[in-house]
C-alpha cells in the first residue's frame, strides 16, 4: 500500500517522542470504549485508585469513526521493560 512505510516510521518516531523518561518499554492497553462517559470514569477511577501517579504514563487515543465504525477511545498504560 502507498506510503506505508511513512506512515510506519512517522508512528514510530512519535512514540519514541512520548515515551514516558526516555525509558525502553511498551505502551499496553487497558480500557476501551466507544462512550467517552465511560472513558471519563474510567480516568477518574485511575486517579482515585492511584494506580498510575504520572500522567505521562497514560495515553489516549481517539479512532475517529465512521458510518459503519463508531469513533473508539482507548486507554494505554506506558510499562517500563523489566530489564531497565
Not at 512519535?14 to 465511560?38: C, L, T, Y
Not at 459503519?68 to 530489564?83: F, G, L, M, Q
Request: hydrophobic share 25%.
Amino acid at each position: 500500500m502507498p506510503g506505508q512505510r511513512r506512515r510506519k516510521e512517522r508512528q514510530r518516531r512519535h512514540d519514541e517522542r512520548h515515551r514516558p523518561e526516555n525509558v525502553p518499554g511498551r505502551w499496553e492497553p487497558v480500557f476501551e470504549s466507544q462512550q467517552d462517559a465511560e472513558l471519563r470514569d474510567f480516568l477518574r477511577r485511575l486517579r482515585a485508585e492511584g494506580t498510575v501517579t504520572d500522567p505521562s504514563r497514560i495515553r489516549i487515543d481517539m479512532f475517529c469513526g465512521r458510518l459503519i465504525h463508531p469513533t473508539t477511545y482507548r486507554v494505554s498504560i506506558y510499562v517500563p521493560d523489566a530489564s531497565a
